[in-house]
């Protein structure tokens, strides 16, 4: 009579260990997080986001099993501010990464992303994460200033941008008409280490994909949080030679088209070894093409204006958020920014948000579990330290106007505001200020309590290295 008893502790036995049982326990441990930043890439350049002619297969494979955000903002419309923006949850404004003259870092600038901000990297690393970084810093080059410095316990890839270091005995028309990773004396950087100069820029985005892989195999076993920032398709364009050539949309689309094989491999890593089911990875961009470059620049699709505009083809840009189990696939059509994925990531991580500062961001998991809309309502869009327009709801209001191409800059105050309903008009083609004075008078109030609120930081993209 006590045969059944014992059968029946065998099988709830036998249970424990099944894989059933190990997936919940995965499931209940740490969350790994991946974000891949691209370069100047625009709204248009995904083949989910739109392009005609560009293949991105992994990426839109992305958008169909996790979340296509088609209003995600970054906070800034260009490299340097906006690059500070995404791993500090702060305005560029706040910390001191922002400048109406120098608008980003370069190989003579002497600031970079202070000490005392706290990124992602060095939050998840105080919740026992193992943190990487891999690509474009662009937050500043001398030690006190790296990866290294700002929580990160490994940093591969090009301090500044790809096209800085050009070499002076070539016109910049001629380094950009036909690119040579020669023409550009980019060094090639291990954690505070110089190890290839100028970096072989034709083989860089084969071999971050590569370092991805590894750091992800080699931290299987613990939480992780890999930053991946491409410094393509940033001008001057390179693809290694299984790319090159291979795009129906030229040397653009082969840049494309190789970073977005480039996020196969780190996908088809985090499955080999079973950790895609604990993992979320965000596919997003720095800001919106660079137009000026025209064939070799992006497309920002049906967005007005480009890089270097706070128009929405400036920074408006493509977002895609992956996360097998976790993230509720659909389209979100509501507000994110980059501003958001601090605190999102660190509400997820189980870490704790630090209350001696002002964070911009909101927590967007319980979009990501589909349970409500976003929290996020209003954005605010800063060019240098001028506050270029509003958003609220789906109302922008403008108080500058400039160059919808960004260069030259033309940054004008206007003397008449312009406000454009992104709901229904996203190219931004029909003001509506006159038709809806009560919306234009309550963005004024937002924008006048936020600008009376703010304290700009000291600025650091002014400091120069002394001769």
């Known amino acids: 009579m006590r045969r059944p008893l014992i059968y029946l502790q065998l099988v709830v036995l036998f249970l424990s260990f099944t894989p059933l049982a ?45 979340q296509k955000w088609t209003s995600f903002y970054v906070a800034a419309n260009v490299c340097t501010p906006s690059r500070s923006a995404i791993l500090t949850g702060r305005l560029p404004v706040r910390t001191g990464m922002y400048s109406n003259k120098r608008r980003v870092l370069f190989p003579d600038s002497d600031g970079g992303l202070p000490a005392y901000e706290n990124t992602i990297a060095k939050l998840l690393k105080g919740a026992g994460y193992s943190t990487a970084a891999i690509g474009k810093w662009h937050l500043g080059h001398l030690p006190q200033y790296l990866p290294t410095s700002h929580g990160f316990d490994s940093y ?42 100028p970096a072989d820029q034709n083989t860089i985005t084969k071999r971050y994909a590569a370092e991805a892989v590894e750091f992800i195999s080699s931290n299987k076993d613990k939480p992780f949080f890999l930053y991946l920032a491409h410094s393509l398709p940033h001008v001057p364009l390179f693809a290694s030679g299984d790319f090159r050539g291979k795009s129906e949309r030229g040397l ?11 996020v196969g491999e780190i996908l088809r890593a985090l499955k080999e070894n079973g950790l895609d089911e604990n993992t979320y990875v965000i596919f997003t961009s720095d800001n919106g093409p660079w137009l000026v470059y025209n064939e070799q620049g992006g497309s920002a699709g049906s967005l007005y204006g480009g890089k270097g505009t706070s128009y929405e083809g400036g920074v408006r840009v493509p977002t895609v958020i992956w996360g097998p189990g976790n993230v509720k ?55 240098g330290n001028r506050l270029f327009a509003v958003r ?3 109302f922008k209001l403008y108080f500058y106007s400039n160059n919808p191409a960004g260069y030259p800059e033309k940054l004008e ?53 002394e001769d």
């Open 22 to 66: 190990f997936s919940q326990s995965t499931k209940e441990s740490k969350p790994n997080f991946i974000i891949i930043f691209t370069d100047d890439q625009g709204y248009g350049d995904l083949g989910a986001f739109g392009h005609p002619t560009i293949k991105t297969p992994n990426i839109d494979q992305m958008a169909v099993e996790g």
């Open 156 to 197: 591969f890839g090009i301090p500044y941008s790809n096209d800085m270091d050009r070499v002076n005995d070539i016109t910049a028309k001629e380094a950009f008409a036909d690119s040579k990773f020669e023409y550009f004396n980019v060094p090639l950087m291990r954690n505070t280490e110089i190890i290839e100069r």
């Open 252 to 262: 653009y689309g082969d840049v494309i088209e190789e970073i977005d094989w480039s």
């Open 329 to 383: 696939p659909g389209v979100i059509s509501k507000m994110g920014s980059t501003l958001d994925l601090l605190p999102t990531i660190t509400t997820l991580a189980g870490a704790k948000m630090p209350q001696d500062r002002i964070y911009d961001g909101f927590d967007l998991s319980p979009v990501l579990r589909g349970e409500n809309a976003t929290p996020r309502d209003e954005m605010f869009y800063y060019h």
């Open 392 to 394: 609220k709801g789906d």
């Open 413 to 465: 105050k206007l003397e008449k505001v312009t406000l454009f309903n992104l709901g229904h008009d996203p190219s931004e083609r029909f003001d509506l200020a006159d038709q809806y004075p009560e919306i234009v008078k309550e963005i004024q109030e937002i924008a006048k309590k936020h600008s009376a609120e703010m304290v700009f930081g000291e600025t650091q993209l002014e400091k120069r290295i």
